[in-house]
């Protein structure tokens, strides 16, 4: 019994170090120099090769080394039966609402003035005259810090998920309607949602449209959900005014692509939240002795909905 870990392009020595301080008695094995394929049967993975599943007989599990599932849901060859799994422990989260609380609040205090003021010698108090109204699209484990931090802050939040899922001090809202009506109500746009056919390219131009002048996207799902070309129109009717992308459709995003040097774009290299060594390890090491005991993995994913 063993577990393998696939992700082709990552570095996992840091993973691998982890995971054998914290269960050195557990077998840990890198995909694709497996001793015993026979003897896997839980299995780690972040964009796993087609076929990659398939090929290990005694699979019992699979999990995605994060939030998502879409990378491994892709496999043509995917075992039909496998149950499949999601990471995302609470610094995952605790990252996310920092990296967009830092976006949002910069912007809403506009702290870029003062850095102009100071450049230029000028002492000018300023300050904004009403709280940011914040929405976001998906309310999964990872949003939850977000929603928590910006009602402690007495931001405005609005919340849209696919079954209008009430929650407390958030305005609710779901299906089309609701999301173009949430779109119009708020200042910053937040795409926290999970990759599934029904999500792929729902930032388009008739979101935009329906968004207040000036009003700024934020996308940190996948860059999938993203229509690139009818940003860049949409960019130029300022509507919205801004935006910051941390998830491309083609990463890292390449040499010459407009968002580059666009004025109105900000770009991050798919950092907004890394799964850490240390947390990731005991989530995985948690997950394989569930397996073990006969358990589905955490985070089991519901493959009709794609998360």
């Not at 570095?11 to 914290?22: H, I």
């Not at 729902?202 to 935009?208: A, E, G, P, R, V």
Request: charge should be positive; glycine fraction near 12%.
């Amino acid at each position: 019994m063993s577990i393998a870990l696939i992700a082709p392009g990552r570095d996992l020595s840091g993973l691998v170090a982890e995971l054998r301080a914290q269960a050195p008695d557990v077998d840990v094995e890198r995909w694709p120099d497996l001793k015993h394929p026979d003897r896997v049967d839980f299995a780690v993975c972040w964009n796993p090769p087609s076929g990659a599943l398939a090929g290990l007989p005694s699979l019992k599990a699979a999990t995605s080394l994060g939030a998502g599932v879409d990378g491994i849901l892709s496999d043509p060859e995917l075992p039909k039966a496998l149950p499949l799994g999601r990471l995302s422990g609470p610094r995952l989260g605790q990252d996310m609402a920092g990296w967009l609380l830092a976006h949002i609040t910069g912007l809403w205090f506009d702290l870029e003035r003062f850095n102009r003021q100071q450049r230029q010698g000028r002492w000018q108090a300023w300050s904004p005259k009403r709280s940011p109204r914040v929405g976001l699209m998906g309310t999964g484990a990872v949003a939850q810090p977000l929603i928590e931090a910006s009602t402690a802050l007495g931001f405005s939040v609005h919340a849209w998920n696919r079954g209008g899922m009430r929650i407390d001090g958030v305005a609710a809202h779901s299906g089309r309607p609701g999301l173009m009506r949430m779109a119009a109500s708020v200042d910053f746009l937040v795409c926290l949602l999970p990759l599934t056919p029904s999500t792929a390219g729902i930032l388009d131009k008739s979101l935009f449209a329906a968004m207040p002048r000036g009003a700024v996207l934020i996308n940190a799902g996948r860059g999938q959900h993203l229509v690139e070309d009818d940003l860049l129109t949409a960019l130029g009717r300022n509507r919205p005014g801004r935006a910051i992308l941390d998830v491309f459709g083609e990463e890292p995003l390449p040499p010459g692509h407009p968002f580059w040097r666009h004025p109105a774009v900000t770009v991050s290299p798919h950092c907004a939240a890394v799964s850490q060594d240390q947390e990731t390890a005991g989530l995985i090491l948690e997950s394989y002795r569930r397996i073990c005991r006969g358990l589905p993995p955490i985070g089991l994913v519901d493959r009709t909905r794609g998360y």
